[in-house]
């Protein structure tokens, strides 16, 4: 199996009876295999009997429709929380083994890329980018302020789940310090961007974006995973940085934003 469905397994939520977090309203990922809803421990069972195939986050209008017509509620409502996952025949199981069988892997001496640009205690790369509400920011105007850059995309389920527990462990704690949240949407429209704050907004998640569409600012900073953050000292030095998303991620960046703000 491969590193990767590791790695994203980390970050799957599972419900038996709902797609919602209602206590605190976050989202979470509904993951089905098969004909059935399934939970996490479900898909690492099968990767470990070597029967895992695929993993594909998100679907379409018409797969949404046609899931909603099969399980109901359960499903919940946003495509992009719906994990199908795929598994292997026993022809194609038996192949697969055989073919491993065969193969003698060689180390890989090549250097592996943690999608980060800059690292920290780089200097942050200045830009100056456009918010939806109509400002430009220069991030060198920001001096003297720690900035919390965060790199996100209306079609990244992670960004979502982040962003709801955003208002509550870092906006309101530091919105009235020398803190600014500075979300830039990357390679996306200002038509995308707009509707996808707005459907924000309808949940109480308020706060202005920049777009980024042509990457421009993104090609300074990353070069895959998102959400990623950034956290910039008052003379703007990076000093913290993540990508993805965790329960407790954002427990760990408010710590390190009070850190640099008591400096």
């Given at each position: 199996?491969?590193?990767?469905?590791?790695?994203?397994?980390?970050?799957?939520?599972?419900?038996?009876?709902?797609?919602?977090?209602?206590?605190?309203?976050?989202?979470?990922?509904?993951?089905?295999?098969?004909?059935?809803?399934?939970?996490?421990?479900?898909?690492?069972?099968?990767?470990?009997?070597?029967?895992?195939?695929?993993?594909?986050?998100?679907?379409?209008?018409?797969?949404?429709?046609?899931?909603?017509?099969?399980?109901?509620?359960?499903?919940?409502?946003?495509?992009?929380?719906?994990?199908?996952?795929?598994?292997?025949?026993?022809?194609?199981?038996?192949?697969?083994?055989?073919?491993?069988?065969?193969?003698?892997?060689?180390?890989?001496?090549?250097?592996?890329?943690?999608?980060?640009k800059l690292?920290?205690?780089?200097?942050?790369?200045?830009?100056?980018?456009?918010?939806?509400?109509?400002?430009?920011?220069?991030?060198?105007?920001?001096?003297?302020?720690?900035?919390?850059?965060?790199?996100?995309?209306?079609?990244?389920?992670?960004?979502?789940?982040?962003?709801?527990?955003?208002?509550?462990?870092?906006?309101t704690p530091?919105?009235?310090?020398?803190?600014?949240?500075?979300?830039?949407?990357?390679?996306?429209?200002?038509?995308?961007?707009?509707?996808?704050?707005?459907?924000?907004?309808?949940?109480?998640?308020?706060?202005?974006?920049?777009?980024?569409?042509?990457?421009?600012?993104?090609?300074?900073?990353?070069?895959?995973?998102?959400?990623?953050?950034?956290?910039?000292?008052?003379?703007?030095?990076?000093?913290?940085?993540?990508?993805?998303?965790?329960?407790?991620?954002?427990?760990?960046?408010?710590?390190?934003?009070?850190?640099?703000?008591?400096?």
């Amino acid at each position: 199996m491969k590193l990767y469905f590791i790695l994203f397994l980390l970050f799957i939520s599972t419900q038996h009876s709902s797609a919602q977090n209602t206590e605190a309203g976050k989202p979470a990922y509904v993951v089905i295999m098969g004909d059935k809803i399934v939970t996490k421990q479900n898909v690492e069972e099968m990767a470990k009997l070597g029967y895992l195939k695929g993993i594909n986050k998100g679907v379409s209008d018409d797969e949404m429709k046609a899931l909603r017509e099969k399980f109901g509620d359960k499903v919940g409502d946003d495509k992009r929380f719906i994990v199908m996952v795929s598994l292997l025949t026993e022809a194609e199981k038996k192949a697969k083994d055989k073919e491993n069988a065969g193969n003698v892997r060689q180390p890989d001496s090549s250097k592996s890329d943690d999608g980060f640009k800059l690292h920290v205690n780089d200097k942050a790369a200045n830009f100056t980018v456009q918010m939806v509400d109509g400002r430009k920011i220069n991030l060198a105007d920001l001096k003297g302020k720690v900035v919390l850059l965060n790199f996100w995309a209306t079609w990244c389920a992670p960004c979502m789940m982040e962003f709801h527990e955003l208002p509550s462990k870092i906006l309101t704690p530091f919105g009235q310090k020398d803190f600014v949240f500075l979300p830039i949407s990357r390679g996306e429209t200002l038509a995308t961007v707009i509707k996808g704050m707005a459907d924000l907004n309808k949940k109480g998640i308020a706060f202005s974006a920049g777009i980024d569409p042509a990457k421009s600012i993104w090609d300074k900073y990353g070069t895959t995973g998102i959400p990623k953050n950034f956290l910039i000292d008052k003379q703007g030095v990076i000093r913290y940085e993540s990508v993805g998303y965790e329960e407790g991620g954002l427990d760990v960046l408010a710590r390190e934003i009070q850190k640099l703000l008591d400096e």
